[in-house]
T-cell receptor, first 114, second 112 residues
Framework: NAGVTQTPKFQVLKTGQSMTLQCAQD?????MSWYRQDPGMGLRLIHY???????DQGEVPNGYNVSRSTTEDFPLRLLSAAPSQTSVYFC?????????????FGEGSRLTVL | GNSVTQMEGPVTLSEEAFLTMNCTYT??????LFWYVQYPGEGLQLLLK?????DKGSNKGFEATYRKETTSFHLEKGSVQVSDSAVYFC???????????FGQGTILTVHP
């Protein structure tokens, strides 16, 4: 089973560049989310979606955009990268249309912004 | 708001030692509580959970009891193995739709 797949695993950007982190799941999960992981700060929620066409902001949404055109895919876009966005990003999904707290995580995407 | 506080780390133990890893929380109402584990180079995996007071979650020899009176959910294992070396995250959810709050994580290293 593929589960939650993230690409790329590593990326280096220059300040001001844009990019998209891809996330796909093959479990037919309605709920999907993006987190960033920073040392000493745990994971913080960026954006989430409870189904195709529905997205909402988490606690640190600034500088990021998302869309959900299909159940399977939930890309995260950085419109103008900043050094403060250097982090490890995780996509996670859950069964149903609500987050029960039982999340399935991808392996992460490590982003460095110079 | 909701918050989760984990013990200062990292924690270093010898194989077969007893593990206690502290987690306390602040939340209104009755949150569900979780421990997630992150092995090197991987994403997080759910280790165990408890959804109401006095519930005990258990998995892979790890246990944690939901203590509402002390707002705690401490993780324990009687005999750790080298393969338990990982980062452990305590987390809570108070509402649905993505509001899972994580602690800062505790690194566990187990030596042979």
């Amino acid at each position: 089973n593929a589960g939650v797949t993230q690409t790329p695993k590593f990326q280096v950007l220059k300040t001001g560049q844009s990019m998209t982190l891809q996330c796909a799941q093959d479990m037919n999960h309605e709920y999907m989310s993006w987190y960033r992981q920073d040392p000493g700060m745990g994971l913080r929620l960026i954006h989430y979606s409870v189904g195709a066409g529905i997205t909402d902001q988490g606690e640190v949404p600034n500088g990021y955009n998302v869309s959900r055109s299909t159940t399977e895919d939930f890309p995260l876009r950085l419109l103008s990268a900043a050094p403060s966005q250097t982090s490890v990003y995780f996509c996670a999904s859950s069964t149903g249309t609500e987050n029960t707290g039982e999340l399935f995580f991808g392996e992460g995407s490590r982003l460095t912004v110079l | 708001g909701n918050s989760v506080t984990q013990m200062e780390g990292p924690v270093t133990l010898s194989e077969e030692a007893f593990l206690t890893m502290n987690c306390t929380y602040t939340a209104t109402g009755y949150p569900s509580l979780f421990w997630y584990v992150q092995y090197p180079g991987e994403g997080l995996q759910l280790l165990l959970k408890a959804t109401k007071a006095d519930d005990k979650g258990s998995n892979k020899g790890f246990e944690a009891t939901y203590r509402k009176e002390t707002t705690s959910f401490h993780l324990e294992k009687g005999s750790v193995q080298v393969s338990d070396s990982a980062v452990y995250f305590c987390a809570l959810i108070r509402t649905s739709y993505g509001k899972l709050t994580f602690g800062q994580g505790t690194i566990l290293t187990v030596h042979p």
